[in-house]
């Protein structure tokens, strides 16, 4: 998972990983006392309910703008798609992150921003790329054949709905990768006081274009106020960047969010960021 700001390097994006085995999309601990946080405080050591364990399914992506047969790419090798289809309706007439797939899109400084679920078959390549990036991989941990950064999504989709990894395209034009995940569902949450219905954050700016210039800020303010609008049951997205990267720490900051506590996890030491729906109109 990452982080990243437009400010940021796409590697500096990957700010927001737990590391091998413990991301959203997987269920293994951290090793950790499961009921204290970094200072004693208790923290939620949920377990999903039987009836919320589901898979996503059905239509959960983009439509490529032009025919089947068309590659039409930009210069950063990608292609124009056109946000369509449903996500997957699961038991209950809902999933554990309030159907991602469904929320539309959000108006950013910069254009608009549609977040549509992965579909591995087709994004795969771009994400791919991305994730070989130098300076990518230094956060992420990704790079390599195709079939690791496989690996990290299918854990994802067909897991129990706790993260959705997504692509975002900015007017039409896929240029981001995000995983929306359940925080207090995470591992994270043994590592801070977390409260029911906590967001997390991650984010990676593919194209080097696309760094450097404030686009990341941009994005995470409208994504972290898209996800308070769409999920009022979330009061507080929250965000874990490497300590170490301070463009990424710095985006943060200007999309609203505040610095509240240093925490140590199994490959890092991070920043817990912390958006209250509470302060949103203020910061």
């Given at each position: 998972m990452l982080p990243t700001d437009a400010s940021t390097d796409a590697g500096t994006a990957r700010a927001t990983r737990l590391?091998?085995?413990?991301?959203?999309?997987?269920?293994?601990?951290t090793g950790s006392d499961p009921?204290?946080?970094?200072?004693?405080?208790?923290?939620?050591?949920?377990?999903?309910?039987?009836?919320?364990?589901?898979?996503?399914?059905?239509?959960?992506?983009?439509?490529?703008?032009?025919?089947a047969e068309s590659t039409a790419e930009s210069t950063a090798g990608t292609r124009?798609?056109?946000?369509?289809?449903?996500?997957?309706?699961?038991?209950?007439?809902?999933?554990?992150?309030?159907?991602?797939?469904?929320?539309g899109p959000v108006r950013t400084p910069t254009g608009v921003l549609h977040l549509v679920p992965v579909r591995a078959e087709r994004d795969l390549p771009l994400?791919?790329?991305?994730?070989?990036?130098?300076?990518v991989a230094a956060f992420w941990e990704?790079?390599?054949?195709?079939?690791?950064?496989e690996d990290h999504l299918l854990r994802q989709i067909d897991g129990d709905g706790r993260s959705v990894p997504c692509l975002g395209a900015l007017d039409g034009i896929p240029m981001s990768y995000w995983e929306i995940y359940r925080a207090d569902l995470d591992p994270l949450a043994r590592h801070y006081p977390a409260r029911p219905?906590?967001?997390?954050?991650?984010?990676?700016?593919?194209?080097?274009?696309?760094?450097g210039r404030g686009l990341g800020s941009n994005l995470l303010r409208a994504v972290a106020d898209h996800v308070l609008a769409k999920r009022p049951s979330c009061a507080r997205v929250v965000a874990e960047p490497d300590l170490r990267n301070t463009p990424s720490v710095?985006?943060?900051?200007?999309?609203?969010?505040?610095?509240?506590?240093?925490?140590?996890?199994?490959?890092?030491?991070?920043a817990l960021m912390i958006r209250d729906r509470s302060l949103r109109d203020l910061l």
């Open positions: 590391g091998p085995g413990s991301g959203p999309g997987s269920r293994t601990g009921g204290a946080g970094p200072d004693g405080e208790d923290t939620l050591d949920l377990r999903l309910p039987d009836e919320l364990i589901a898979l996503f399914a059905g239509d959960t992506g983009f439509r490529d703008g032009n025919s124009t798609w056109t946000p369509g289809g449903t996500q997957g309706v699961v038991p209950g007439g809902d999933d554990l992150l309030d159907r991602v797939g469904g929320w994400i791919h790329r991305w994730m070989n990036d130098p300076a990704l790079a390599g054949p195709e079939s690791v950064v219905h906590d967001t997390g954050i991650h984010l990676l700016i593919g194209g080097v274009a696309d760094r710095s985006a943060f900051l200007s999309a609203g969010f505040r610095l509240a506590a240093e925490v140590d996890l199994p490959d890092k030491r991070a």
